[in-house]
């Protein structure tokens, strides 16, 4: 028999894939609380008992996708080793690729977390400030490094928005070519 805990923590799995069904399926202005109890297969009061608001849903989404790209983030960094002359930087955009590779975008939720509640992104900006400064702490040239980092966020943002005309297999390129550290360092001794 299962423990209230881990029905608890089943019930909220079941209701953050279920508002991430949503709004791959049908966008973020589809996502009401009846729309989620109805795809969780929940009664609204059982949703409730775990989210209180719209609001609470879309919090819950942005903690599971800092969680998924938190651990994606570090097993990246682990398969680099010590050799990595800028793991941070590497990790970052291959981050960048993940999320417009990832099947059921995760990153599909922050959107709609954004032009929902743009306050839910403090956290997000906190966390993207650190690893700014550890990517600048570990860079031969920090300004290239910026620049390969947002190279890669352009690209995934623009891939999201439905702005890039790119092929899959154009951008994947193009991150192999932001990935590869050892042009962009003898670049930067130049």
């Known amino acids: 028999m299962m423990d209230n805990t881990t029905r608890s923590e089943r019930s909220r799995s079941v209701i953050i894939q279920a508002a ?13 609380l009846d729309a989620i109890a109805r795809e969780a297969g929940i009664s609204k009061g059982g949703l409730m008992h775990q989210f209180r608001s719209k609001e609470a849903v879309l919090k819950a989404l942005l903690e599971y996708q800092a969680e998924y790209f938190e651990k ?5 960094m682990a398969q680099l080793g010590v050799a990595s002359a800028e793991p941070n930087l590497s990790t970052q955009i291959a981050v960048s690729r993940e999320a417009i590779t990832t099947e059921q975008s995760v990153v ?10 743009p306050g839910l992104l403090s956290e997000s900006k906190e966390r993207d400030a650190k690893k700014l400064e550890s990517i600048k702490a570990e860079a031969v040239d920090p300004e290239l490094a910026i620049l390969r980092l947002y190279a890669a966020k352009g690209l995934l943002l623009s891939a999201l928005f439905g702005l890039c005309s790119l092929t899959d297999e154009e ?12 042009q962009w360092l003898a670049a930067a001794k130049d």
Not at 20 to 31: N, S, V
Not at 108 to 117: M, V
Not at 171 to 182: A, G, I, V, W
């Open 108 to 117: 599909s939720a922050i959107l709609g977390a954004i032009s929902e509640e």
């Open 20 to 32: 991430l069904a949503i709004i791959a399926r049908d966008g973020p202005r589809r996502l009401t």
């Open 72 to 76: 994606f983030s570090q097993d990246y």
């Open 171 to 182: 951008r994947l390129r193009l991150f192999e070519r932001l990935l590869d550290s050892r």
